[in-house]
């Protein structure tokens, strides 16, 4: 079934036919010191539960940015800008200074099934195997949402590689969200990151 935003080629085309405020807003946190982002480009009401994921993963030490749906109905419609054209420009300038991006996401589905994709290879294995430790099945490949093109929003941080986490209504509705926010969190956390002069901290 077409919606609205199916006819969106970018967030200049949205921003055109939806008002920031009272169809959407943005919310950008920055902490200076982290090169790790985690963004949420359709919270709110868009893909519920997404945004608290996106808020619980990242704390008060990690980089966020959240795109939120806050219309009293049909926000999906509205404001469902597909991830590879998905270029808000607040999103874009925070993540040009990030080298690791995990994007949250919803999808449809009743089993508690978490969908891995992205060009980051390496970190979306283990955040994979950090959430199947929990019991959730988790698929890293052979599904909908491989989330490979370069032009993902997952994928427009400074080394052009992300992971997309695509979480199914069943899991978010009823199934061990902030468990799974904690193992996205705690492999996060043991990335190297990048401080101005070239150090590094864990």
């Known amino acids: 079934m077409s919606s609205l935003a199916d006819g969106y080629g970018s967030y200049a085309d949205l921003a055109s036919a939806q008002a920031e405020g009272t169809d959407y807003r943005v919310h950008v946190r920055p902490f200076t010191g982290s090169s790790i982002a985690v963004i949420a480009p359709h919270g709110g009401g868009i893909e519920q539960f997404t945004s608290d994921i996106a808020r619980a993963v990242a704390g008060t030490d990690i980089n966020l940015y959240l795109f939120e749906g806050i219309r009293q109905a049909g926000n999906y419609a509205a404001l469902h800008l597909t991830s590879h054209k998905f270029d808000e420009p607040r999103c874009l300038a925070l993540l040009s200074a990030c080298d690791h991006v995990v994007a949250i996401h919803g999808c449809g589905g009743k089993a508690q099934r978490v969908l891995m994709g992205g060009l980051d290879d390496p970190l979306k294995i283990s955040i994979g195997q950090a959430i199947a430790r929990l019991g959730v099945e988790v698929d890293l490949k052979g599904h909908s949402f491989p989330a490979t093109d370069p032009n993902n929003i997952c994928n427009r941080g400074r080394r052009g590689v992300g992971v997309q986490v695509e979480l199914t209504l069943g899991l978010r509705l009823d199934g061990p969200r902030d468990a799974v926010s904690?193992?996205?969190?705690?492999?996060?956390?043991?990335?190297?990151?990048?401080?101005?002069?070239?150090?590094?901290?864990?």
Do not use: F, T
């Open 182 to 202: 904690a193992a996205i969190r705690s492999v996060l956390l043991n990335l190297p990151n990048e401080l101005p002069g070239g150090d590094q901290r864990r």
